[in-house]
């Protein structure tokens, strides 16, 4: 987003393009990637052929805590890690005997990003989500088929396990978890090559996070992340920080946040045989970390306080005329999809006058997050006026953990 809609994302309490799917237990925040068809960038990452949805956040506790209560009854795909409950940085605990856990969140901990969990974790994580979050034995309807057809896999040589063609959840490829850090065209206000250096939309190092006593970023604003033990709280040197706490000014362009720093994340794309890609660094790695030069080869066994994953859905366009951010309803936030000229591209004045005829309908099961909405002359006076005030904006890890593959940094950025 630019610096307009970032403010008044902040000053409605919603960003305007966040995706909600809250028919089931487990609500994803989800924001669109657009630009489909965009090229690389000097490191020959982020080209993406088609629009996608990816999430607004790391999976929290909180979610990953239902996926659990759903399916890990009897855990016999060992989705729940001892370390979520003994380690001061995770955010479960386990409770019960095999055939009835359950899982509860520690304090304060929920709004916090799932850590200790694997590649393959994150990939039954996906296969529930794309099953519809049904309840019971772990079989091929819930964790073992549908995103990833995995029957078992645990392993780091189940290197030809790959994203179904069906899938509408999954984790993000390399490429996909790029473009949604990176890229900005520069004719939307980025950089000159359309990518940024940092996941914060800007090309200078982020300035370190720091934290309240219940983990939320407490230096929140412009280009801020959790990175090099700079988040002190619970009693540790550096920790996991509430999603998105960082606030709008540190988001990517697309709208995400965290994708640099907080926790590490997998991508599905596979290299070097049999490990797979993470991306973004975390609360305890230096800056180099976190930058587009930077990626990390791991085996999907790998499991750490500082390695968790975000996901990624399919983008389908929704039928409502007006619906410019297909979320199911025509509302003030797909007016101003309209005034940046976006989703698609460029949007014309006959579609302003869809979204004027079919405002207040709602056409899809996926229901924005409630909020009160004015009319839509009032939007209109209303951002028009704000538009002429202000409208664009001008791993270092334990090494027995994993190894680290790094892509060759030049000594400067490229521009």
């Known amino acids: 987003m630019n610096r307009f809609t970032n403010w008044f994302a902040a000053s409605v309490g919603l960003a305007a393009t966040v995706f909600y799917h809250p028919l089931f237990a487990v609500t994803i925040e989800t924001v669109p990637v657009g630009n489909p068809g965009n090229v690389a960038d000097s490191t020959s990452f982020g080209a993406v052929a088609d629009s996608f949805l990816v999430g607004a956040t790391e999976v929290t506790n909180?979610?990953?805590?239902?996926?659990?209560?759903?399916?890990?009854?009897?855990?016999s795909h060992s989705l729940y890690n001892s370390k979520m409950g003994s380690d001061a940085r995770g955010g479960i605990f386990q409770s019960g005997s095999i055939g009835s856990f359950t899982y509860g969140v520690k304090t304060n901990m929920g709004n916090k990003p799932i850590n200790f969990v694997s590649f393959w974790d994150a990939t039954r994580f996906t296969n529930w989500l794309h099953?519809?979050?049904?309840?019971?034995?772990?079989?091929?309807?819930?964790?073992?088929?549908?995103?990833?057809?995995?029957?078992?896999?645990t392993n780091p040589n189940n290197v030809f396990i790959s994203r179904e063609p069906h899938a509408t959840w999954f984790l993000p490829t390399e490429d996909q978890w790029y473009k949604a850090a990176?890229?900005?065209?520069?004719?939307?206000?980025g950089d000159s090559d359309d990518y940024w250096l940092y996941p914060t939309a800007s090309n200078s190092e982020p300035a370190v996070a720091t934290a309240n006593g219940v983990g939320d970023i407490s230096n929140s604003g412009a280009n801020i992340a959790n990175y090099i033990l700079g988040t002190d709280w619970n009693g540790q040197n550096g920790n996991v920080t509430t999603?998105?706490?960082?606030?709008?000014?540190?988001?990517?362009?697309?709208?995400?946040?965290?994708?640099?720093?907080?926790?590490?994340?997998?991508?599905?794309?596979?290299?070097?045989?049999s490990e797979r890609i993470m991306r973004g660094g975390a609360w305890n790695v230096s800056s180099a970390t976190l930058d587009v030069f930077n990626r990390s080869s791991v085996d999907p066994v790998n499991d750490s306080s500082n390695i968790g994953f975000r996901v990624a859905s399919v983008f389908t366009?929704?039928?409502?005329?007006?619906?410019?951010?297909?979320?199911?309803?025509?509302?003030?936030?797909?007016?101003?999809?309209?005034?940046?000229g976006e989703s698609p591209n460029p949007l014309s004045e006959s579609d302003l006058a869809d979204w004027e005829v079919n405002y207040g309908t709602v056409t899809s099961p996926f229901t924005a997050a409630s909020t009160t909405v004015p009319e839509p002359s009032t939007w209109i006076t209303l951002l028009f006026g704000m538009m002429a005030v202000h409208f664009r904006r001008d791993v270092v890890v334990?090494?027995?953990?994993?190894?680290?593959?790094?892509?060759?940094?030049?000594?400067?950025?490229?521009?």
């Open 182 to 189: 990176f890229h900005q065209p520069a004719s939307e206000g």
């Open 243 to 273: 999603v998105g706490s960082a606030g709008v000014l540190s988001e990517s362009f697309y709208g995400t946040f965290d994708q640099a720093g907080n926790v590490w994340e997998w991508s599905e794309t596979v290299i070097d045989t």
């Open 131 to 153: 099953n519809g979050q049904t309840s019971g034995a772990q079989d091929n309807t819930t964790t073992e088929d549908g995103a990833y057809f995995l029957n078992g896999a």
């Open 62 to 75: 909180d979610q990953y805590a239902e996926f659990l209560n759903a399916v890990a009854g009897t855990d």
């Open 317 to 340: 366009p929704a039928s409502s005329p007006g619906n410019f951010d297909l979320d199911g309803d025509v509302d003030g936030f797909d007016f101003l999809m309209w005034q940046r």
């Open 398 to 415: 334990s090494p027995h953990t994993f190894s680290e593959n790094t892509v060759n940094r030049p000594s400067s950025h490229r521009h």
